[in-house]
């Protein structure tokens, strides 16, 4: 049984961090590329960060600089460091896990920036 689950998420402050875990099973972790994404209510999900399966990432523009992917292959689980958080950053974070032929979500993690 596949399973991707979110950690990490919650309130901050403008200009605080974050680091949000996803913890994935249920399939071979490290053949597939893993990306976040978020999204908020009467948007379309976005990509935020995505780190391919032999660790080449990719941001988005609106997050460079803010936002580090990183994966343990080791503990199957792949992480987003978030620095310097903006109101606009609140959203739903998602956990993604894909390859050729599978594409995997997680539930999500709330992630609220807020004074």
């Known amino acids: 049984q596949v399973q991707l689950v979110e950690s990490g998420g919650g309130l901050v402050q403008p200009g605080g961090s974050l680091r949000l875990s996803c913890a994935a099973s249920g399939f071979t972790f490290s053949s597939y590329a893993m990306s976040w994404y978020r999204q908020v209510p009467g948007k379309e999900r976005e990509l935020v960060a995505r780190?391919?399966?032999?660790?080449?990432?990719k941001y988005a523009d609106s997050m460079k600089g803010r936002v580090t992917i990183s994966r343990d292959n080791a503990k199957n689980t792949v992480y987003l460091q978030m620095n310097s958080l903006k109101s606009e950053d609140t959203a739903v974070y998602y956990c993604?896990?894909?390859?050729?032929?599978?594409?995997?979500w997680g539930q999500g993690t709330q992630v609220t920036v807020s004074s």
């Open positions: 993604n896990a894909q390859n050729n032929w599978w594409n995997y």
């Open positions: 780190i391919t399966s032999v660790g080449g990432t």
